[in-house]
């Protein structure tokens, strides 16, 4: 049997507290004993000095050894030990000075011996059982031998307590190992179960789900941060549903009256968000609590629509690659019949259209193919002023018959941005060439203006703006998305490009509204070195 070396409890120093005034209480009765004068009837062989001074002892350890229980000193387990031997000896000269073991008094070790043994290990529990036993049969041994006669019977009833003082023992040593382990059990099993609550509740605090949960008489039981988030308000806990979210109230009627109503979008008020609402019972019954699920309609219908888009380029990406085939055939046979001198007026002008078309599918292509195969990015650290200037530099030279504008405001040579210079660089050709397709002032003429800067949390953006008409506010939500165009010859593919790209170099692309022009801002990522 392995002994306990669990902590001290609070109920094993109240088992001591509780012996100690078990002995009080004792003494107290063997002294109304003494002066009643009973003492002599009862017992055959009684000492009435060697009784009363014994009495006054016990009397004294008692309160002794209640003091040390007071102040807890020494341990535990200490006191235990300390305690039984002291009662052991006190019960013995008891039992000593009324005749011995036959007349009774004996008895009085059986609780100590229970109280000590629930809070010693069994080892000690038989340990001090067998001392107990071999006392007694020494007290009888002394007696005997002072009496000069030998009694076997006496030596019998002996034994009978000695044995009883074991099984005693061992019965309320087995009984405290057994609660000792079932609170242990109980102790791990609720601090489990308060770990696994403190998990739920980190868990449902971290979703982006809305979660609430009301009981059976509609009472908030649980709210997360999402779903206050969502409802645009703080909710408390405990609160009436009915009072803090009425509408949403009414929502949960209608499920529970299996209206179809209920799966309606919903809004808490009139300038809220709609939300989708999804009830489930946790549990059985009508007392079961009611399990809320709150999620944006906004936010669904933008990842049901992002879910579309990537099908859609994938489709268009498998399209695109069996189109280039014969879109090359093609555009090689019209230029072998631009060569042919055959060819004049009309046809010539129905041939260049066939050629112009030809070019603006096959850029479409190009650009449909470059989404779906984007080479991995190569980021390095840029100086921004000095690489934005080489940048312009190789831009200006593709068009060398037309004046395009790039002005460099205000870009602190000290900036320095993490990126793939290829991807930066075909970002900002195509951030240009909209800015002077589609840009130009008063006179007719375009300038794309370049601004830079270093934000108060560290990040550097770089902005490109032009002088042209800018931006319907109505399309801000559009332009970003894939084939959406404005200009008849565009294939509304590069924004979007951009966009991915950015993405894909750890940086953001964002539309900046302002009263004139348009500006796209480039949000680079936040640390520029590795």
């Given amino acids: 049997m392995k002994a306990e070396t669990s902590a001290p409890r609070p109920d094993d120093w109240r088992v001591l507290s509780a012996l100690g005034l078990y002995r009080l209480s004792l003494v107290v009765l063997l002294l109304l004993l003494y002066q009643s004068g009973v003492g002599a009837n009862i017992f055959e062989q009684f000492h009435p000095h060697s009784f009363r001074l014994a009495c006054y002892s016990y009397a004294f350890v008692a309160l002794l050894l209640l003091l040390l229980v007071v102040y807890r000193w020494p341990r535990l387990d200490v006191q235990a030990q300390v305690h039984f031997v002291a009662d ?120 982006q789900t809305g979660v609430l949960v009301v009981d059976s008489q509609l009472q908030i039981r649980t709210v997360n941060a999402a779903a206050r988030r969502l409802l645009g308000r703080s909710v408390g806990v405990g609160r009436s549903l009915a ?144 690489w934005l200037q080489r940048t312009i530099a190789v831009y200006q030279e593709g068009y060398p018959q037309a004046s395009r504008t790039l002005d460099l405001l205000d870009v602190p040579g000290s900036l320095e941005v993490r990126f793939d210079p290829g991807h930066l660089q075909q970002v900002l050709f195509n951030l240009w060439d909209n800015s002077f397709e589609h840009g130009g002032g008063a006179n007719g003429r375009a300038r794309v203006l370049l601004h830079a800067e270093r934000l108060d949390n560290g990040r550097i953006y770089l902005e490109v703006a032009d002088n042209g008409p800018g931006i319907a506010p109505d399309l801000f939500d559009k332009v970003f998305e894939p084939f959406f165009t404005t200009h008849n010859a565009g294939t509304g593919l590069g924004l979007y490009l951009a966009r991915e790209i950015c993405e894909y170099n750890h940086s953001r692309l964002q539309l900046v509204p302002q009263t004139r022009g348009a500006c796209f801002r480039i949000l680079f990522s936040m640390e520029p070195r590795e």
């Fill in 243 to 386: 009072d803090e979210l009425p509408r949403l109230e009414q929502q949960l009627r209608l499920w529970q009256d299996n209206d179809p109503g209920a799966l309606q979008p919903y809004s808490e008020n009139a300038h809220g968000q709609e939300l989708l609402l999804r009830f489930t019972r946790l549990g059985w019954g009508t007392q079961a609590p009611l399990l809320i699920l709150l999620d944006s309609a906004g936010q669904l219908r933008e990842q049901a629509q992002q879910m579309k888009l990537a099908a859609l380029g994938r489709l268009s990406a498998s399209i695109a690659h069996e189109i280039r085939n014969p879109l090359s055939a093609i555009t090689h046979a019209g230029q072998l019949l631009a060569e042919s001198s055959e060819i004049q007026g009309e046809n010539q002008r129905l041939l260049g259209m066939i050629q112009r078309h030809s070019g603006r599918i096959e850029k479409i292509v190009r650009d449909v193919l470059e989404l779906s195969r984007r080479d991995d990015a190569r980021q390095e650290t840029l100086v921004l002023r000095d």
């Fill in 88 to 207: 052991l000896g006190m019960v013995t000269w008891l039992v000593y000075a009324t005749g011995g073991v036959p007349e009774g008094l004996g008895v009085l070790l059986l609780t100590p011996i229970i109280g000590c043994s629930l809070i010693l290990t069994p080892r000690m529990a038989v340990l001090q059982a067998a001392l107990a036993t071999l006392t007694m049969f020494g007290e009888e041994t002394i007696r005997q031998l002072q009496q000069l006669r030998f009694e076997p019977s006496e030596y019998a009833q002996t034994g009978v307590l000695g044995l009883m003082l074991f099984a005693i023992s061992m019965a309320a040593n087995a009984v405290a190992q057994r609660a000792r382990r079932s609170e242990a059990m109980a102790e791990r099993v609720g601090s489990e179960f308060a770990n696994l609550s403190r998990l739920n509740e980190s868990i449902i605090e971290a979703m």
